[in-house]
């Protein structure tokens, strides 16, 4: 394959978010979203409405990725697009589509997992980490700390055995009665509140694992036991709630953070997924690195939740590396790395 001109189109349908990027020679030219903003009526996404709106704006956000980038789709190199993990449904349309474009066009297909592709964001804008390094990629799905060894070559040593970190914030901020997704609604009123008011229960892991699904319960005992004291007691004391909960898992996640760049003797810390849009993780993360003199790099934040941008600048490196996926490809929802 020539690799002097790469003009990739990558696609993104994991979840909630309809997105099409153009790639070209590493350099992301765009990055089209379309949100799904029918998910908020039902407390979360809802599957079958999640991968019908990707029928209809898949076609929509690709046409408005070429014309923006002002190339025609004869000239594209390869499509790209997530092949999982994420929700089978949504990932269907993007899988097809991109397969259907691809041998119309006589050109490669790039399958990329959903989670790698988080990582590889960092490269999209200076400054860009140095390999090694150590990520923290924390989502509404998943939460692991993964050794970045170079681009294509990376492994797990740490995740959680059950809930993600960003279905905990989601569940706590619906047993505070917070719309959908609560997670910056928490975020928000955490900054005005207490961290330390309220004391709540961390679970204790082996090595690098993470456990989420404890604290929810712990959580949600706590919110029992004090309102049949005070049933106004969340109205009354909402932010102090949200910026213990939020201090809470913040902890959790640094505290196996920490632990993990010790352990490997690694000082560039990375942070990607949705999650790291949290100011508290942020926040945290910045005084944590002072103390153990890391360098951090964060991505900018439309790169941090779905995005196709992320998804063509992993598909990049494995076209360099000649890493192509034939027409019998199929979505894989619970891919792994």
């Not at 910056?184 to 699904?213: C, H, V, W």
């Not at 941090?304 to 019998?328: P, R, V, W």
Request: include cysteine; hydrophobic fraction near 40%; proline fraction near 4%.
């Amino acid at each position: 394959m020539p690799t002097s001109d790469i003009k990739i189109l990558a696609l993104e349908s994991s979840c909630d978010e309809t997105s099409a990027a153009i790639v070209d020679n590493g350099k992301v030219l765009n990055n089209i979203i379309a949100t799904q903003s029918v998910h908020g009526n039902y407390g979360g996404v809802v599957p079958e409405l999640a991968s019908r709106a990707h029928q209809q704006n898949i076609v929509p956000v690709v046409d408005e990725a070429l014309k923006n980038a002002a190339i025609d789709k004869s000239s594209l190199s390869a499509i790209a697009f997530t092949r999982g993990p994420g929700l089978l449904g949504a990932l269907l349309v993007g899988t097809s589509f991109a397969k259907s474009m691809a041998l119309a066009l006589n050109i490669p297909l790039i399958e990329v997992n959903h989670m790698q592709a988080h990582i590889l964001a960092h490269f999209i804008d200076d400054p860009k980490p140095e390999f090694p390094f150590l990520c923290l990629t924390v989502s509404g799905g998943h939460t692991q700390i993964v050794l970045v060894k170079s681009y294509l070559e990376m492994e797990i040593v740490g995740e959680t055995r059950d809930d993600a970190v960003g279905e905990a914030f989601d569940k706590s901020a619906k047993l505070l009665g917070l719309n959908y997704p609560g997670g910056p609604l928490i975020d928000k009123y955490a900054q005005l509140g207490d961290p330390s008011r309220f004391k709540l229960p961390q679970t204790e892991m082996p090595g690098l694992e993470y456990s989420f699904s404890g604290i929810k319960t712990g959580i949600l005992y706590f919110l029992r036991d004090e309102l049949k004291k005070n049933e106004k007691f969340i109205d009354e004391n909402l932010n102090d709630i949200c910026a213990s909960i939020q201090h809470t898992l913040v902890e959790m996640l640094l505290q196996k953070l920490r632990k993990a760049a010790r352990q490997f003797e690694i000082k560039n810390i990375a942070l990607a997924g949705g999650v790291s849009a949290n100011s508290g993780l942020r926040n945290g993360l910045n005084i944590m690195a002072e103390k153990e003199n890391w360098k951090v790099y964060v991505p900018a934040f439309e790169y941090c939740t779905d995005n196709a941008a992320m998804i063509g600048m992993a598909a990049h490196y494995k076209y360099l590396a000649g890493e192509f996926t034939s027409q019998e490809v199929s979505a894989l929802p619970r891919m792994k790395f």
